[in-house]
């Protein structure tokens, strides 16, 4: 199953590596992770049936965020 997961993960994001540059890597069975210099998207499976999809500034836009009191500190 976990091996299905990763399967489907790479299939449908990799979209994001070849057209924006992330880089997907896994983190456990059930997590992905797609990072670039300024973004990063946290890809998982939550009680084993909702996928997830978080995606937050990183890096200097985040910190560009924080001063303008755009994003919590």
């Known amino acids: 199953m976990p091996e299905d997961f990763e399967r489907l993960i790479r299939k449908f994001y990799k979209f994001l590596e ?8 896994k983190l456990n069975d059930w997590a992905f992770v797609a990072e670039t210099g300024s973004t990063r998207l946290s890809i998982y499976l939550e009680y084993y049936s909702a996928l997830v999809v978080e995606i937050e500034p990183i890096g200097e836009g985040a910190s560009q965020l924080l001063r303008q009191n755009i994003l919590p500190s």
């Open 18 to 25: 070849d057209d924006f540059g992330f880089s997907i890597k």
